[in-house]
């Protein structure tokens, strides 16, 4: 139990056009989901804590209508990243919390993102 | 806010051996929750060891041990009989055990684990 995938786990898309990134919770419901990203060799930044039924929490210096963020039930959230530039090309991990398993964070396989 | 440091960016250690990664935290809280994640090359993050701070007792997850010392906010992972497998980045991660939207995890910036064969 307390898998999480995530699609697609590459993207190669223009510069100008929209991503979206999905993240799903397999075998237990998480009200709360976690967005990071990860430069080369470095540990992972937090982007924005997810809540189903209410709005993202972005962190400080994230544009938060430059990536979307929905949550819309307990096993899904997505993350959309919007107008993409060639700065943006990263990896991106979500999260889950499972409240089941001592409110541990699960996550998904990540996404890597490349904008020409 | 909580701080977690990872004073050794890269470790090293011959397979079968014994090899301990450090990690120190800054919190004024009483309750919280410890983790170590390990990050190999397929970059997926895979939880390795949970520790309840309110918990005296040392989690053990099979060759993965932690030693846990509340007061000196100390938070070391011990792994025995190494591994090939066992090559990866490992990240020390802090939770306040608070809800309510102090669920996010403090990463430090980790430690590159060399298996030498």
């Known amino acids: 139990g307390a898998v999480v995938s995530q699609h697609p786990s590459r993207v190669i898309c223009k510069s100008g056009t929209s991503v979206k990134i999905e993240c799903r919770s397999l075998d237990f419901q998480a009200t709360t989901m976690f967005w990071y990203r990860q430069f080369p060799k470095q540990s992972l930044m937090l982007m924005a804590t997810s809540n189903e039924g209410s709005k993202a929490t972005y962190e400080q210096g994230v544009e938060k209508d430059k990536f979307l963020i929905n949550h819309a039930s307990l096993t899904l959230s997505t993350l959309t990243v919007t107008s993409a530039h060639p700065e943006d090309s990263s990896f991106y991990i979500c999260?889950?919390?499972?409240?089941?398993?001592?409110?541990?964070?699960?996550f998904g396989p990540g996404t890597r993102l490349l904008v020409l | 806010a909580q701080t977690v440091t990872q004073s050794q960016p890269e470790m090293s250690v011959q397979e079968a051996e014994t090899v301990t990664l450090s990690c120190t935290y800054d919190t004024s809280e009483s309750d919280y929750y410890l983790f170590w994640y390990k990050q190999p090359p397929s970059r997926q993050m895979i939880l390795v060891i949970r520790?309840?701070?309110?918990?005296?007792q040392n989690a053990t997850e099979n060759r993965f041990s932690v030693n846990f010392q509340k007061a000196a906010k100390s938070f070391s992972l011990k792994i025995s009989d190494s591994q090939l497998g066992d090559a990866a980045m490992y990240f020390c991660a802090y939770r306040s055990a608070r809800r309510l939207g102090n669920e996010k995890l403090t990463f430090g910036t980790g430690t590159r684990l060399t298996i030498i064969p």
């Open positions: 999260s889950a919390n499972n409240w089941d398993r001592g409110e541990t964070q699960y």
């Open positions: 520790q309840e701070a309110y918990k005296q």
